[in-house]
């Protein structure tokens, strides 16, 4: 599918992930070559081990990401 056209992957909550998912999705970003897949981790800043393990992980494999902070929203704009 990849080789035809672009394919978003999005995994949420990944602060939650243990090691062995962290090192599966290291593993796949790191194999995908020059297939069209973006893949959208969402994950909390804070120090949760699934996060820094992923960063680490990114930054000792080279991995090219691009990362966006989102902050809290305020709760009228919640209730939009």
């Known amino acids: 599918l990849a080789t035809t056209q672009q394919v978003v992957v999005v995994i949420d909550d ?13 593993d796949v970003l790191a194999s995908i070559g020059s297939a069209r897949v973006t893949f959208v981790v969402g994950m909390r800043r804070d120090a949760s ?16 990401t ?15």
């Open 66 to 80: 691009n990362e966006l902070a989102v902050g809290p929203l305020s709760v009228q704009a919640a209730m939009h």
């Open 14 to 26: 990944f602060h939650w992930a243990d090691t062995d998912s962290v090192r599966l999705l290291i």
């Open 49 to 64: 081990p699934g996060s820094e393990m992923l960063r680490a992980l990114v930054k000792a494999r080279s991995i090219k």
